[in-house]
């Protein structure tokens, strides 16, 4: 049985803080806390008849009606009777009957607004797995659907988490939840109750557990929109991962609450009165932050103030209320312009919306959050996936002209959507795994537009790479180039949060992909994309050839002059270069062409060759990161080297032959070369030379400056990180 036992070492609720409104919405009254010890008696007495509602789940179903009215709780009764039924006589760890697990796991979805049809399978959810009750017998009582649901859970909880297991952990995962979000859902709820009553567990077991939660299910927790179970699955992660931590933040949040003075509240008042005298119908709210979110603050800003400990919260109807009650804030306070995000125009992957603001308060500067939102994004910012209801649904009329296909399905957001297109083709669960864990690992996504108009969401660092596959998929291979904000830009340009990304795309549909533009792959979807051609087409392309599928504009190759002598054949492209252990094959990585005597590092990629990079190259640091091992490499004795440089001028006649002709004198063999097509009278050339000797790489940059209409000439350089 999967459940654990009670005597909970989670941390306690935050205490709430004043809170108030405008114009309150009637609320519906508080229910008290739920004893789950006595349902379970009562559960175990068989106090119930099938003509009543059982007063186990009478709890269930209030929750359940304050967001489902019109619910038909039928399906509840029947589902509590054969779980109970079917539980009887198993307990708990802590000495509980069995049946409070489903039951509580059930209720937490309730809160959160999930549809009849989820709260069924909650309730039923380890009666495959743990008594008699086959699937078939499911499926006869409660229909298709519920099956559905109860045989992906069961999958899931068969899935082993254990560390030697990890590059299968996820893709069984996504096998079993298929399309249907309702799943995952069931199982973080489940695994939120057992977080809360892991206290019995031995130590070492606790630590296993909360790991995994971490690792796992958290960042699928916050993809999923899922706020409510996020949070609270973190400090529990946290009470028991880092005990000492978590106890002094308790301490922090308790001594706050004490306070005879909260600037909160003075400053929710005072929102209050702006929003009143504007006839804006909105509710204050004082939202405390959880305790990890206070640990965060805390290492952030050092000593922490009053206004530190939560943030303000402002409800109301319409999207349009929300930029009208952010106007009068900014109009009657002093808002701290740094802090504004606008996630309603551009919402989150996960789909959450709100304006993020802030505002100081004028008696001691104290900084004051803000978050603005409608009901429903609220509602949608707590729940997520879960309150989005029923996939299987005829959609709604909003739904249906809807134009996004990224939102035709409300319970598949772009995030859940891609992983379970590119979980299909990865090429091996190791591929898999390590990408997933990249993606995981994001804390940050960018929106890039598109020029029509068009968002693209990637995570922090992503590059026009990475922009080309999460646009047009495996059609992505035929990239050609981009323009970032109007400017030619190379495909390992790292993008910014805002940029507009053209991609400008080859006609050939058998087009493959560089192998340098795996090095600049930040997302799973590029990564394992690029990867699969690669490996299906295992002969490397020439060089040259590589080199011009990297250039910009359609017609590129018509003005790609020939190198002006070819390459001794077979000569390897960094024989000046010795590897430690001697023997392996050996290339200079294009992104930052090292030459003697730069400081080199390598790296081992496909088929044994060691890539060398320059040791402050961006790719660098970022293959450290993902824990890939540096191989040892230094220059040899030759003073041979290979470099690309980068050329920029003013179009004129005859350009091309001047600068070609004044780089041969300088005894450059240019290996490939590439012209961009101009673009406002400026043209970006791209040379891969050989010199004879390193010492004459300065001259030739002059030469090549020398010529008339060339206004700089550089050296291909690493990208810095985060840049």
């Given amino acids: 049985m999967n459940a654990e036992a009670v005597n909970p070492a989670s941390p306690g609720p935050v205490p709430p803080a004043a809170t108030g409104a405008v114009a309150p919405a009637p609320r519906r009254k508080a229910r008290p ?3 789950l010890r006595r349902l379970g008696r009562a559960a175990l007495l068989g106090s119930a008849t099938r003509s009543r509602l059982p007063d186990a789940i009478s709890h269930v179903v209030e929750a359940h009606r304050a967001h489902h009215p019109d619910a038909d709780i039928d399906p509840l009764r029947r589902a509590y009777v054969l779980a109970e039924s079917s539980h009887r006589g198993q307990m708990r760890k802590s000495g509980e009957p069995y049946i409070t697990h489903p039951l509580a796991v059930t209720l937490i979805l309730a809160e959160l607004g999930a549809e009849t049809t989820t709260l069924t399978a909650s309730l039923l959810h380890d009666t495959v797995e743990d008594t008699e009750v086959t699937l078939d017998q499911v499926g006869e009582q409660f229909g298709a659907e519920v099956r559905y649901l109860v045989d992906g859970v069961t999958k899931l909880e068969k899935v082993d988490y254990g560390a030697a297991a990890e590059p299968e952990t996820f893709r069984k995962m996504l096998l079993a939840t298929g399309n249907d979000v309702r799943v995952m859902s069931i199982k973080l709820a489940d695994r939120l109750h057992n977080m809360r009553t892991l206290g019995v567990m031995r130590r070492e ?46 301490e922090l949040v308790n001594e706050n609450a004490a306070r005879a003075d909260d600037p909160l509240a003075a400053v929710a008042d005072e929102v209050r009165g702006v929003l009143r005298e504007a006839d804006i119908q909105a509710e204050v709210l004082i939202r405390p932050r959880h305790f990890v979110s206070v640990h965060r603050v805390s290492r952030k800003r050092g000593p922490l103030g009053g206004a530190d400990f939560g943030r303000l919260l402002v409800l109301v109807q319409e999207d349009a209320d929300c930029y009208a009650v952010l106007g009068e804030l900014h109009t009657c306070l002093t808002p701290v312009v740094s802090e504004f995000k606008d996630f309603i125009a551009v919402p989150k992957f996960n789909l959450y919306q709100s304006l993020h603001t802030a505002v100081a308060r004028a008696q001691d500067g104290q900084v004051v959050e803000v978050l603005i939102r409608t009901h429903q994004m609220h509602k949608v910012a707590e729940a997520g996936v879960v309150a989005l209801g029923n996939p299987y649904a005829p959609p709604s009329e909003e739904q249906q002209g809807a134009g996004d296909g990224e939102r035709a399905d409300p319970t598949r957001p772009g995030w859940l959507s891609r992983l379970l297109d590119w979980q299909r083709g990865a090429p091996d669960p190791d591929t898999f795994w390590s990408t997933l864990r990249e993606d995981l690992a994001q804390d940050r996504e960018i929106t890039v537009f598109r020029p029509d108009g068009g968002t693209l969401g990637l995570p922090e660092g992503a590059t026009c790479v990475d922009a080309a596959y999460a646009q047009y998929g495996e059609d992505a291979h035929a990239t050609m180039g981009a323009r970032v904000n109007g400017r030619l830009a190379t495909m390992s340009t790292v993008l910014r949060d805002g940029d507009t990304v053209q991609l400008l795309m080859g006609q050939d549909p058998a087009s493959e992909p560089s192998r340098e533009w795996l090095e600049h792959a930040h997302t799973p979807a590029a990564r ?54 001697p023997g392996a094959a050996v290339r200079l990585a294009g992104c ?27 790719v660098v640091a970022r293959m450290k990161s993902a824990g890939r091992a540096e191989v040892g490499v230094r220059w040899g004795e030759s003073t041979e080297c290979r470099v690309t440089l980068l050329a920029e001028s003013f179009g004129r006649p005859h350009l091309l032959a001047d600068l070609t002709e004044a780089m041969a004198l300088e005894g450059a063999e240019i290996v490939s070369a590439t012209v961009e097509p101009p673009d406002r009278q400026r043209v970006r050339h791209t040379y891969t ?9 300065p001259a030739l940059m002059r030469a090549m400056r020398d010529v008339a209409g060339v206004y700089d000439v550089s050296r291909a350089q690493p990208q810095p990180t985060g840049a």
Avoid: N, W
């Avoid at 930052?592 to 961006?618: L, S």
């Fill in 33 to 35: 806390r739920i004893d």
């Fill in 205 to 250: 077991k606790q630590e296993r557990i909360a790991k995994v939660t971490r690792d796992v299910l958290i960042p699928l927790a916050e993809r999923l929109g899922v706020q409510a179970l996020k949070s609270e699955l973190e400090d529990l992660v946290f009470a028991v991962m880092h005990p000492e931590e978590y106890e002094h933040t308790r």
């Fill in 528 to 581: 394992i994309a690029i990867q699969r051609r690669l490996a299906a087409h295992p002969e490397p392309a020439p060089e040259a050839e590589e080199t011009a599928r990297g250039s910009v504009g359609p017609d590129a190759r018509s003005h790609t002059p020939r190198p002006a002598t070819d390459a001794p054949a077979g000569r390897p492209d960094s024989a000046d270069v010795l590897v430690d252990p």
């Fill in 592 to 618: 930052c062409t090292p030459v003697p005597p730069d400081e080199i590092t390598g790296f081992a990629v496909r088929g044994g060759v060691v890539t060398v990079h320059r040791a402050h190259c961006a």
């Fill in 689 to 697: 030379v050989l010199l004879p000797d390193a010492a004459r790489l």
